[in-house]
C-alpha cells in the first residue's frame, strides 16, 4: 500500500487561501461548523478533531 499526501479523501482546511489538511472541527459563531487546520481555528472552540 502506498501512502499519498493528497489523498481526497483527506479533508481540507475551509479557511480561504489554505490548502492545509484539516485537523479539527471548530464552532464558528457566523459559520458554525468549520473544518479547518490547527493554524486557522481563529482562536473559536474546537468541537472535535478530525
Ligand atoms: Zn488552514
Do not use: F, W
Not at 479539527?24 to 457566523?30: A, E, F, G, S
Not at 458554525?32 to 478533531?49: E, L, Q, S
Request: aromatic content about 4%.
Amino acid at each position: 500500500m502506498s501512502a499519498q499526501s493528497d489523498d481526497p479523501s483527506e479533508p481540507a482546511c475551509g479557511a480561504l487561501g489554505c490548502h492545509e489538511r484539516a485537523d479539527v472541527v471548530i464552532r464558528h459563531p457566523t459559520y458554525g461548523k468549520r473544518t479547518v487546520c490547527d493554524n486557522c481555528t481563529g482562536g473559536y472552540p474546537v468541537i472535535r478533531h478530525v
